[in-house]
């Protein structure tokens, strides 16, 4: 399985965005997706997840209640949906797959780059 992110740019503080993972090549619905981002000079950050049947989805504290993680199975795409943009929110973001529930996120896409500012 592939994975192609797109969604990133540039916005203001407060906006929102959408972010778009489409995956190819594979069954996608045998894996758990997430959002990966990295930030210069910040550790990497598993922002959101969500299982392979959509019904269970976890988040950073760091996004909580602002980003919504979701997935269509049967376009094989899943989002992340980011509401009240924040300037600390400026980071690469990379969609990645996992068959182990999260355990290890062996599928990673070539990431998204969104910046926050005014």
């Known amino acids: 399985v592939q994975l192609q992110a797109s969604g990133g740019g540039l916005v203001q503080p407060g906006s929102s965005l959408r972010l778009s993972c489409t995956a190819s090549g594979g069954t996608f619905a045998h894996y758990s997706m997430g959002w990966f981002r990295q930030a210069p000079e910040k550790e990497r950050e598993l922002v959101a997840a969500i299982n392979w049947s959509g019904g269970i989805a976890n988040y950073a504290d760091s996004v909580k209640g602002r980003f919504t993680i979701s997935r269509d199975t049967t376009n094989h795409i899943s989002y992340l949906q980011m509401n009240s943009l924040e300037p600390e929110d400026t980071a690469i973001y990379y969609c990645?797959?996992?068959?182990?529930?999260?355990?290890?996120?062996?599928?990673w896409g070539q990431g998204t780059l969104v910046t926050v500012s005014s």
């Open positions: 990645v797959g996992s068959q182990s529930d999260g355990r290890r996120w062996e599928l």
